[in-house]
């Protein structure tokens, strides 16, 4: 009964990875044979023509030729570390997760990104940044695989590949290659007011962070927590940096992309290099399981809304160190594949429509990206838990799996394969009632807000702040070609704030239109507006 089927490879064991490089003594080929000459073609005489016999290379310029994988379709261009997780225990009263035990050591791996650009796109452009965490647990991977702003532009991941075509370059013309200031990207955020939440933390300093290690991350959905005794709570996840929060300015952004297109990746590498490990607190914001799954009003499946830290303070339930710099960029940081599916016993997901598309598409596009359905056994992706799957064969297949009965029950692989129950640590799904109603398409009517929530992030802000946002929606608007839609964003900025609507639009040199909606009153929240402070050292 115990689990250990996939033992050729020690990939159940996250052994160390085949470290093939370039310093030994002499080269070889592929397989293994000593080369006398790398530098000179097999030819015919001195002259040649060269010949196909030459098996060196053929091989060196065969793999040369196939050494290209497709780049993510989003987050291309990231950079990561390795580190570990230290659990501080005060999850236990919400969360049976092993690794979040006081003093536990989890290793990670993070990857950081931006979401519009290509690979060699530029660090310091205005976009939402991914936080990625694997978290190599000793009951099976987590992946937090969250951005650094709290809210998404849609609700249902069914409109993912809209708001993504939007943003990408035009097709026509293929610009611009990593900014959000373009026509399709704002007809679309104006012909979706869903949008407009996301959209003002984009434009806020959040959107030209100063370094990844000043960067807040947040797991956006509500996730499903499970105590020891089967009770459920709900929660929302939050990266804290010790360094705190701090942001370039939209000029310095501007200066560091043509001095230094690799600034935010050289920062997290020179900082590991030296000494200067990057942390981040891991906290969660709780709230009661009703079967509403709401708080203080909020639609806790609802993506595009946060809950004010006041209502629900960040409770910290441990830290993460990043310590280590990858050996190989390719290797580690660009086949890393994470997806928010991958949980321990103890943490479940919620309803959100937005995470249930998610929940299809990480795998399904890393088959395409990585190869085929292996690339679990890749050494970036292994899990540290045991791995004993039914799963064969494939592209990429690496296992050399023993056993002759892949299937249960079966009679010939020592029995029964054994079932791990609830009690020792299986992951079991938490029963939740499913709405007795008809098919529908419809998005509940406790999404239909989505005015207040932006209102209440710029009223926060400081007057700096909102300055650099006004000037943000100037610039970015005016960079439109379309007239019509330059005036349709002012009429979303309108149902916002009146007055930011009257300064944008008196930048761009058009009428400010009336608000459509009634712009109520909100009370500013001290905790959204963070940028330059630093973590709290009492
Ligand atoms: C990649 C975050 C919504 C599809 C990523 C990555 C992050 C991320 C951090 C980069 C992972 C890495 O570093 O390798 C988020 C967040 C979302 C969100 C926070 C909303 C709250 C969605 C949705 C979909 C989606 C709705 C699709 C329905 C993808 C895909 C990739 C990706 C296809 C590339 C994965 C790969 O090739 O490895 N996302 N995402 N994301 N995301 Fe999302």
Known sequence: ASPSTRTATGAETGAAADTRGQQAEYLTTAQGARLYDTDHSLKAGERGPTLLQDHHLREKITHFDHERIPERVVHARGAA?????????????VCKAGFLAEGVTTPVFTRFSTVVGSRGSADTVRDTRGFATKFYTAEGTFDLVGNNIPVFFIQDGIKFPDIIHAVKPHPDREI?????????????????????????????????????????????????????????????????????????????AQLINGIDPDFHRRDLADAI??????????????????????????????PTKIVPEELAPVQPIGMLTL???????????????????????GIDVTDDPLLHARLFSYLD?????????????????????PVNDMLRDGFHQHAVQSGVAPYKPNT???????????????????????????KQREAPASFADHFTQPRLFYRSLSPVEREHVVRAFTFELGKCYEQSIRERALRILANV??????????????????????????????????????????
């Not at 570390?81 to 009263?93: E, N």
């Not at 960029?329 to 321990?344: D, K, N, R, S, Y």
């Open 497 to 538: 704030d009146a007055e930011l609507c009257a300064q944008v639009a008196d930048g761009l040199g058009l009428p400010a239109p009336e608000a459509t909606k009634p712009v109520g009153e909100v009370t500013p929240s001290p905790a959204l507006s963070q940028i330059g402070q630093v973590w709290p050292t009492a």
């Open 412 to 438: 010939l692989d020592g029995g029964c394969p054994f079932m791990a129950g609830a009690d020792v640590g299986a992951y079991v799904e938490v029963a939740q009632p499913v709405a007795q109603s008809v």
């Open 176 to 252: 611009p290659q990593a900014q959000s200031a373009h026509d399709t990207f704002w007809d679309f955020v104006s012909l979706h007011t869903e949008a407009t939440h996301h959209l003002f933390w984009h434009l806020s300093d959040r959107g030209i962070p100063r370094s990844y290690r000043m960067m807040e991350g947040f797991g956006v959905h509500t996730f499903r927590l499970v105590d020891a005794k089967g009770a459920t709570t709900l929660a929302k996840f939050h990266w804290k940096p010790k360094l705190g929060v701090h942001s370039l300015t939209w000029e310095e």
């Open 273 to 302: 290099e030296s000494g200067a490990f990057p942390q981040w607190e891991l906290g969660i914001q709780v709230f009661p399981d009703t079967p509403e799954q709401t708080f203080e009003g909020i639609d806790l499946l609802d």
């Open 365 to 385: 596009t890393q088959i395409t990206r990585l190869g085929g359905p292996n690339f679990a056994q890749i050494p970036i992706n292994r899990p540290h838990a």
């Open 81 to 93: 570390a390795h580190g570990v997780f230290v659990g501080y225990g005060t999850a236990a009263q």
């Open 323 to 345: 310590n280590r710099n990858p050996t190989n960029f390719f290797a580690e940081t660009e086949q890393v594949a994470f997806h928010v599916g991958h949980l321990p016993p």
